[in-house]
Structures are given as structure tokens and as C-alpha cells.
């Protein structure tokens, strides 16, 4: 049996879906992929899930809600729509990624050491000033469902934002670099102010190790976080490691995001 040329060979791709490229105000163009329900959304919108690192998580993301979705009434799992933003090279998904701290530098050996860091919150204000308002102008959006999830630095990242008082209600920090600024999470959970009507989940997986630099647990985050009003849980992913954590936890993720009811598990 002989292979199709790369002449003739036909990509498989996703319905109901878009790429588009919008700037930030330093010139980056982040490529941007959606991807959204069939039919009209609901009155309020449709609620909304946020994937950074888009280029490896969207396709396993959209096709995993619309598999749920469509075993709506045991999974407890409604549709949504999907913004997934590409996180570029290495320096720039360092950079994006991580919130400013004054004077600190990653030690030698860590994941990133050397690389340029802080501009978080530069990244934060483009989603919400930019591409929140382009996302809204071509899709109807529940603005009180919008989730924001990332892994390793993006975990760290959507930490941060709901540490900030974010506009997402709920976040998903897989695998979350606590460890980053010398426990920079854990000072802004405890210090943070009270909020209402936020959820977050965060899981890790129970093979992976963590850099020196902070005592932090997901435990100790998770008490930080509900003592100020968020709901929040901590989820520990049985046999995975740092690398295999998003796609272990992306089932949890989108059942935050699109849950509308407790249900069974998807067939």
C-alpha cells in the first residue's frame, strides 16, 4: 500500500474553528486559534475557556469538551467556546509568563535560568484589553463564565491573575511553578484581598520534582485561596509527570470552565 505525496495528502482539520493573528502593543504577533459550538449560544453566552500554550493544547482541548458536551447529560459538561493563544518560542513564552519581581533571577540549574522574565503583566493586560474585546466582538460571551488555564509557568501565570483580582471567575493552574520569585504565589494568596464568585483548580502530578526555592504546596495555596472566598481545590494526577500533567488534568479543566451539573463521567 503506498503513502499519499505530500502533494495530495489532505490535513485533518477541526470544524467550526479559526486562526487569526493579533498584535500586542510591542509589535508580537500571537496567532490565535477559537474554536466554538455548533448552533446559536445561549441568551447569556457562551462560556469561555482560555488555553495558554495554544499550539499544543487546542486541538485536545476542543475535541475533548465536544466529546463531553455531547455526553452532556452524564458528564454535566455544556459547550463553549475555546480561545487558545499560541505561546510562541521559548524566550517569549518565559517572558509572557512570568509575573515582574523585583531583582530576582532564576538560579543556575532551574528551568529558564538566564532567561529574560516579567512580562506578565504585560501579557495579562493584552488578553484583556486586546483580544478579550476582538473575542467578544465576533462571539457572544457569558462574561461571568470565563476560565483561564495554564500548565508550569502558565499555571504560574493564572495563579497570579486571580491573585490580582483577575476578570476570569474561574482559573486552572496545572503543575504551577511555585517556586518561582522565592514563593511569589504563596506571598500574593496570602496577602491578596477577599473575592467572591472565583473558582480554581489546581493540580500536579505525583511524579513530578520541583526546583528549590519555595516550601509552597498546592495544599498551602489552595487554604491561602479559600480563605479568601475563592472555591478552590487542589487535584493530584496519579502517575504523571511534569510533562504529561495538561493533558491529564484537560477533562478537569473543561468540567470547570463548561460544567453546568454534576454528572457521570463522558462514555
Given at each position: ?84 493563544v499560541e505561546s510562541g518560542g521559548l524566550p517569549r513564552r518565559i517572558y509572557d ?122 495544599a498551602d495555596v489552595v487554604a491561602a485561596l479559600s480563605a479568601r472566598g475563592v472555591?478552590a481545590r487542589a487535584s493530584v494526577l496519579p502517575g504523571q509527570s511534569h510533562g ?24
Amino acid at each position: 500500500m503506498s503513502l499519499p505525496s505530500a502533494a495530495i495528502a489532505a490535513p485533518w482539520q477541526i470544524e467550526r474553528s479559526d486562526v487569526f493573528t493579533l498584535p500586542s502593543a510591542d509589535g508580537h504577533a500571537y496567532r490565535v486559534m477559537v474554536a466554538w459550538p455548533e448552533g446559536p449560544p445561549p441568551p447569556q453566552g457562551w462560556p469561555v475557556l482560555w488555553l495558554l500554550d495554544g499550539e499544543d493544547n487546542f486541538a485536545i482541548a476542543t475535541t475533548t469538551a465536544r466529546r463531553l458536551a455531547r455526553a452532556g447529560g452524564r458528564s454535566g459538561v455544556g459547550a463553549g467556546l475555546i480561545v487558545a493563544v499560541e505561546s510562541g518560542g521559548l524566550p517569549r513564552r518565559i517572558y509572557d509568563y512570568t509575573p515582574p519581581v523585583e531583582g530576582y533571577v532564576i538560579p543556575t540549574g532551574s528551568p529558564a535560568a538566564g532567561r529574560s522574565l516579567g512580562g506578565g503583566g504585560a501579557f495579562l493586560t493584552y488578553l484583556r484589553d486586546k483580544l478579550r474585546p476582538e473575542i467578544s466582538g465576533r462571539w457572544k460571551i457569558d462574561a461571568k463564565r470565563e476560565t483561564l488555564m495554564g500548565h508550569s509557568f502558565g499555571g504560574l501565570l493564572a495563579l497570579h491573575a486571580l491573585a490580582q483580582g483577575g476578570w476570569w471567575s474561574r482559573y486552572v493552574a496545572v503543575s504551577p511553578s511555585l517556586w518561582y520569585g522565592n514563593g511569589l504565589i504563596a506571598r500574593e494568596t496570602h496577602g491578596m484581598a477577599a473575592l467572591q464568585d472565583k473558582r480554581a483548580l489546581l493540580a500536579a502530578g505525583d511524579r513530578e520534582g520541583a526546583p528549590s526555592g519555595s516550601s509552597a504546596t498546592l495544599a498551602d495555596v489552595v487554604a491561602a485561596l479559600s480563605a479568601r472566598g475563592v472555591d478552590a481545590r487542589a487535584s493530584v494526577l496519579p502517575g504523571q509527570s511534569h510533562g504529561s500533567t495538561m493533558m491529564a488534568a484537560m477533562v478537569d479543566g473543561i468540567t470547570l470552565a463548561f460544567g453546568e451539573a454534576a454528572g457521570k463521567e463522558a462514555e
